[in-house]
Each structure stands twice: as C-alpha cells, then as structure tokens.
C-alpha cells in the first residue's frame, strides 16, 4: 500500500490502526456518566466516571411465576387477592405447564444489565452498592456478582435482611463494606479527582430492627465539580 507514495506494508496499517484504538479506548472519558436502568418496578443505577471506574447501584429485580408473577420472596396470593399488576402479568406470561411455576420469568441483571454491561465495554465493577434489600432493588444482583469481577459491596449492614445467597457470596468471594460497622453515619469515596460519592446511613445499627426495609435504605450522594 502507498501513502503519500510511500510503500507502507498492510500489517503495519493495521498495527497502526490497532495501537489507536487502544489508546481511544483508555483515555479518560471527560464526562460523568449516569445510567439509569428500565427494569420495570425496581432501580438500578450506574455511574462511570472519566477515568472508568464503574459503581452500580441496586440491581433491579428477579420475578418468578406463582399464581401470577411474583417477587421471590412473596408467599402466592390466593386469587381474590392478588393485584392488578399481578393478574395483568399472568395474563402477558402465563405459563404454559403446571412445572413453570416458581421459574423465573425476569432476571433484570441478567437480562438487562449484564447485556448493557458489556454493549458499554464494562467487564468489571469497582464497586457495588445495595441500597436495601427489598426484591426489586437487590433480585438481579445474583447475576451480576456471580458473572462480574467486582471490587467491594457496600451496603447497611444489618445482617438479618441479607438473603441466603448474598451471604453466600458477598464478605467471602467478594470484599464487603457493611456502613453501618463503620461507626459513622456517613462515609465517602473520591472516585477521582472532581468526584466524591457519599453514603448515608440514616439510623444507627442497633435501631435498624425496628425500621421497614425501605427506611433502612442508604441514601447515596453524588457531587462531580461544583453540581
């Protein structure tokens, strides 16, 4: 190949081209990112910061079919009883055979993040925050921490709310922070230079029994430059 009537070989062009990319690819990004995730009722949030450090926040939930669709951790409702939203559900997806009961129909970490993930080129987190521990913030996370190297999990810390399957993973396979054995009630993280994450425990652990899940909730600030 000629260039500028220069012989240049084609492996070199492609050398070149390559070397480019990976340069493209990790420089800082000048811009804070801030996902927020379609997964239905639930959260999940993601941000990225200009040097790729990746946090993501809840993880939406995981559904399964009982009578109609549930949360996992809900005992069926007998038919007089179940909700709109649940009817509505068994009509969109029911199921076909009595052995798909139980069997989940939506896995948000696994059918929407995990895809989001990796159409952003994320193939680890540095850290995971859990809010609290109601099914349709922390359902989907099971996907994700099994399937992503992640780096630490942060969450409240009162223990009785953990679900099986979180204990089993998080303060063994991956490194945990739990707030509230922190013995602040706030405690934040300069994720680079212009970017400080807060988290705020808004009651002490040995009260923590006695408030709903939502009330037990972590309250997570964001302050990148002056906003």
Not at 1 to 8: D, K, T, Y
Not at 184 to 192: G, K
């Amino acid at each position: 190949v000629r260039v500028f009537g220069v012989q240049i070989r084609p492996e070199l062009i492609l050398l070149c081209l390559y070397l480019l990319f990976l340069v493209w690819k990790w420089l800082p990004n000048a811009q804070l990112s801030v996902y927020f995730f379609d997964v239905g009722q639930g959260d999940a949030v993601l941000i990225t910061t200009k040097h790729n450090r990746h946090i993501l926040i809840d993880g939406g939930p995981l559904l399964r079919y009982f009578n109609g669709p549930q949360d996992r951790t809900s005992t069926p409702s007998p038919p007089q009883s179940r909700s709109f939203r649940s009817k509505l559900a068994s009509l969109l997806h029911p199921p076909s055979t009595p052995s798909q009961h139980n069997r989940v129909y939506y896995d948000a970490g696994k059918q929407t993040l995990l895809p989001a993930l990796r159409k952003l080129g994320i193939n680890k987190l540095d850290m995971v925050i859990v809010t609290h521990f109601d099914n349709d913030h922390v359902g989907g996370l099971n996907s994700i921490l099994n399937e992503v190297p992640v780096g630490l999990v942060i969450d409240h810390g009162y223990t009785n709310a953990y679900p099986t399957w979180y204990k089993s993973l998080v303060g063994t396979t991956i490194p945990h922070l739990p707030l509230s054995k922190t013995d602040r009630d706030s405690y934040s993280i300069s994720l680079d230079t212009d970017t400080i994450l807060t988290l705020i425990l808004p009651y002490p652990l040995h009260s923590l029994a006695k408030r709903s899940k939502n009330n037990r909730s972590l309250t997570v600030q964001l302050v990148h430059g002056d906003n």
